[in-house]
């Protein structure tokens, strides 16, 4: 038998989503086959599963140690196992607490590095969320046991070599205040980047754009036959030298490679772009600069008035990376 009392980080949720969490290898059907026969129970009493958990709450499963196990990290019954080509990509030694931007109870502020993932791609690989777990465990801000039905996690995603903030959510009210704010892009965003071209001094840039799945490359047009979604880029021009610029974007809407594929479409391919970018250009840039991977930082985030009153209305910002100082001056 398994115990779980509810903390601050559960309470709030329906007991299905904690369960579904906790045997998270488990078929929904099976969840509530045993809610049925009180073989899950809430308080000592049988459960339907939409219950709102409150702080002190007790959910108790009575399953075998054998079966739990297999229902909470076994194989999964949902599902055939996955097949895949992806290879575990490895990450530099990463010293997270030095990458803090900024941290209270509730959320961590970080900053990327180029070479990390935001999150596994496949089970052995080690993204920013499994550098945030190991920090706040060897912190003593959380142990393995609250894991089980609470994981802190990144809320925002960043390319691998595309670095800078991102946004963590330490606690249950962190993490979902921080995705709301994200989901309804209430939260601005601005990236730095350095550019090939001759951009004006600003600009607002409307397109269409739509994701090929089996390439993981998006494209661009101005026209949409229904398939497209619109994409809105606006930036100005921070910087020039020669033919290079660097550039404040602002994600007006927030797709996949967005910054990437959007200013090459428009004649400014940014450095370094492996996918999007000038060959010619880049190879330059590698030969003479050693720029390997795009020329891409998440810079500033400025927080509307929401509800994590002590960075509500606040910004925060990183410095600007030597490479892009190198390049532009």
């Known amino acids: ?24 290898k488990a078929p929904k059907s099976f969840i509530y086959k045993m809610l049925r026969k009180k073989n899950i129970t809430l308080n000592g009493r049988k459960a339907s599963g939409d219950e709102i958990l409150k702080v002190s709450d007790t959910v108790k499963i009575f399953l075998s140690d054998e079966t739990f196990l297999k229902m909470s990290v076994g194989e ?30 509730d959320i961590i502020i970080a900053n990327k590095p180029k070479g990390v993932l935001s999150q596994q791609a496949v089970a052995d690989d080690i993204s920013m969320n499994e550098l945030l777990v190991e920090y706040m465990k060897a912190s003593g801000q959380i142990d393995d046991s609250q894991l089980v039905t609470f994981r802190p996690s990144f809320v925002n995603r960043l390319d691998r070599n595309t ?45 269409y754009l739509k994701k090929d799945e089996k390439t993981n490359k998006v494209k661009v047009s101005r026209n949409n036959d229904g398939t497209f979604d619109e994409i809105i880029t606006q930036y100005e021009c921070i910087k020039r030298k020669g033919n290079v610029a660097l550039l404040k974007v602002k994600l007006v809407t927030g ?6 594929a959007h200013l090459s479409f428009e004649g400014m391919p940014v ?9 010619d250009v880049n190879e330059y840039y590698k030969k ?20 994590l009153e002590t960075v509500s209305g606040k910004s925060f910002k990183t410095k600007i990376p030597d490479e892009f100082k190198k390049i532009t001056g």
């Open 1 to 24: 038998m398994k115990e779980i009392v509810i903390g601050d980080n559960e309470a709030g949720k329906k007991l299905h989503k904690l369960l579904e969490r906790v045997l998270c």
């Open 76 to 105: 999964d019954m949902n599902q055939k196992k996955e097949v895949t080509s992806k290879k575990k990509i490895s990450t530099p030694d990463i010293d997270f607490k030095s990458r803090i931007i900024y941290e209270d109870a």
């Open 163 to 207: 670095s800078g903030l991102m946004l963590a959510g330490k606690s249950y009210k962190g993490l979902r205040e921080l995705s709301s704010i994200i989901s309804d892009r209430s939260v601005s965003k601005y990236y730095l980047t350095v550019v090939s071209g001759n951009p004006k001094d600003k600009a607002k840039l409307h397109a």
């Open 255 to 260: 797709k996949t490679h967005q910054i990437r």
């Open 271 to 279: 450095i370094g772009d492996v996918k999007y970018g000038n060959k």
């Open 288 to 307: 003479n600069y050693n720029i390997k991977s795009q020329m891409l930082h998440s810079y500033e985030i400025i927080f509307p008035d929401c509800e």
